[in-house]
């Protein structure tokens, strides 16, 4: 079964320093990649999806995909104390599945 | 964007009893999810049900979780009876014919 893990477990960054998520799987098939923040006693909003090899950019969250090295990561320019929230990786394959990570618990300081 | 509703958004009952989570998924989706978050963990899939029929289910959907979706009202996940290890955070998901998910903000269930 697909194992999904997050790190670092919580992050503490201050306002405006670019903060830097990691998210690896180990199901080398999947095909699909998904950030989603959650705030908490919310639902999930999506940051960024990602399906190919590469770099993808939503606003400030920039998503990198290494299939090869079962790596996705997530990095958000200038990140405001709004943004503090548990940031969750979700990989899926052809079935829809979600498996999702532990999550990180981002804190942005003014 | 598509918004998923979930009613209640916290629920509490007694070991034993019966409790129906609602879930009003985005009115064209066909597909449908519940996941569950058991507080300080992993959200994990649950189950997954399409044109009235269970696809998927995962280890966690014990013979006590029914789903269904009468008349195209709201998706429900029946819990009879509950356990102590029935508290979590239940979270609804629905989708149209590609892979994006559109999440509910969640019921959170309490087992006492």
């Known amino acids: 079964q697909q194992k999904v893990q997050q790190s670092p477990e919580s992050l503490t960054v201050s306002e405006g320093a670019m903060a830097s998520l990691n998210c690896t799987f180990s199901?080398?098939?999947?095909?699909?990649f998904r950030w989603y923040r959650q705030h908490s006693a919310k639902g999930l909003e999506v940051l960024v999806s990602?399906?190919?090899?590469g770099e993808k950019e939503e606003g400030r969250f920039t998503a990198h995909l290494n299939r090869a090295n079962l790596h996705v990561s997530l990095h958000i320019r200038e990140p405001q104390p709004s943004d503090s929230a548990v940031y969750l990786c979700?990989?899926?394959?052809?079935?829809?599945?979600?498996?999702f990570g532990d999550g990180t618990q981002l804190v942005v300081k003014p | 964007g598509p918004k998923v509703l979930q009613i209640p958004s916290h629920q509490i009952i007694d070991m034993g009893q019966m409790v129906t989570l609602n879930c009003d998924p985005v009115?064209?989706?066909?597909?449908f999810y519940w996941y569950k978050q058991i507080l300080g963990q992993q959200m994990e899939f649950l189950v997954n049900?399409?044109?009235?029929?269970?696809?998927?289910k995962s280890k966690l959907f014990k013979d006590q979780f029914s789903v269904e979706r009468p008349d195209g009202s709201y998706f429900t996940l029946k819990i009879q009876p509950t356990a102590l290890e029935d508290s979590a955070v239940y979270f609804c998901?629905?989708?149209?014919?590609?892979?994006?998910?559109?999440f509910g903000p969640g019921t959170r269930l309490t087992v006492l």
């Open positions: 979700a990989v899926s394959g052809s079935n829809n599945r979600i498996f």
């Open positions: 049900f399409y044109n009235g029929k269970v696809m998927e």
């Open positions: 998901a629905s989708r149209q014919g590609g892979a994006e998910q559109f």
């Open positions: 009115s064209n989706h066909l597909y």
């Open positions: 990602i399906f190919s090899d």
């Open positions: 199901d080398g098939t999947s095909n699909n």
